[in-house]
């Protein structure tokens, strides 16, 4: 007797097949008859459905509509939509923010939302030499936020907003904006060719913050997310819902793509996606 257990895991269900080959020979076996009884077309094969669940872990739930606002439990994770492959045949990956800058245009508008204690804001700004940057923040001490991997400024006499204007002081235009970023960005008026996104990641703020940004970027400008992939959910206890909404967003916006895709150490993978009309 031999039987294989076939399975395949995928969006929308989870199939396991169960060949049973040679019990269909044997007259003599309940099983044989059995599956003589259930006879052609499948011959032999017992196509059995389960849900859409893995054995163990989440249960794989459809993407939500792009004005839909449905929150899956803890216990779910919503599929993303694909990225067409069109839309990533011109994207290029990095070992780190740093090599990526090197790359992009010179005198470049820059907007960060969530400037923290500023390694990017001044890695992006230097690189690039930014004619401009916008830097909005709670500035309340990034909420005990650090970067991954960088120091807390110890200077306390000062504030967290006074750190970044010092930081940034040899720039003559670097201007600091305090307040919640959600509601600063619908307030912009001017238009950026790199906007960094680095405030959190729930999905629907995320959504929402994407489609803003996207109002403010030129023609042939970036927007860039952190923790587009999250390995492990480092620093995260819950969803992290950037990754469905960068996806739904080119979903949606053809006229985005991929530029690039920058590696971090801790698994905090950033995107950088790009208007090209
Ligand atoms: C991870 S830190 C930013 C690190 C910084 N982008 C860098 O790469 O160096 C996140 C920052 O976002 C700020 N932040 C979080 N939610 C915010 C919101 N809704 N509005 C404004 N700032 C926010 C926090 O205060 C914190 O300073």
């Known amino acids: 007797m031999c039987i294989f257990f076939c399975c395949f895991a995928n969006a929308r269900s989870s199939l396991v097949i169960v060949v049973i080959s040679q019990l269909y020979h044997r007259k003599q076996s309940v099983f044989g008859r059995l599956i003589r009884f259930i006879g052609s077309p499948l011959s032999g094969i017992i196509v059995y459905m389960i849900n859409r669940k893995w054995s163990s872990g989440k249960e794989i739930v459809d993407a939500i509509g792009y004005y839909e606002q449905k929150i899956y439990g803890e216990n779910e994770i919503e599929l993303a939509r694909p990225i067409s492959q069109n839309q990533l045949n011109g994207a290029r990956l990095f070992n780190s923010k740093y090599e990526y800058a090197k790359t992009l245009n010179k005198n470049i508008s820059y907007l960060e939302i969530g400037v923290g204690w500023g390694y990017s804001a001044q890695m992006f700004i230097n690189e690039t030499n930014a004619v401009s940057a916008d830097l909005v923040d709670f500035y309340d001490n990034a909420s005990g936020v650090r970067h991954p991997g960088g120091e807390t400024p110890e200077d306390s006499s000062i504030t967290h907003e006074q750190y970044i204007k010092n930081k940034f002081s040899y720039h003559p235009n670097v201007n600091t904006i305090q307040g ?16 960094l996104l680095d405030i959190g990641r729930e999905r629907f ?71 090209n009309s």
Not at 180 to 195: C, H, N
Not at 230 to 257: A, C, P, R, T
């Open 205 to 275: 703020m995320m959504r929402k913050l994407i489609q803003d940004s996207s109002e403010l970027t030129n023609v042939g400008g970036v927007i860039g997310l952190t923790s587009y992939v999250n390995y492990d959910s480092i620093m995260y206890e819950g969803h992290v819902g950037i990754y469905q909404s960068v996806n739904e967003f080119l979903y949606f916006n053809k006229n985005w793509s991929v530029d690039a895709i920058v590696l971090h150490e801790l698994g905090l993978h950033d995107i950088y996606i790009k208007r």
């Open 180 to 195: 919640d970023a959600t509601y600063v960005i619908t307030t912009l008026e001017k238009k950026y060719d790199l906007i």
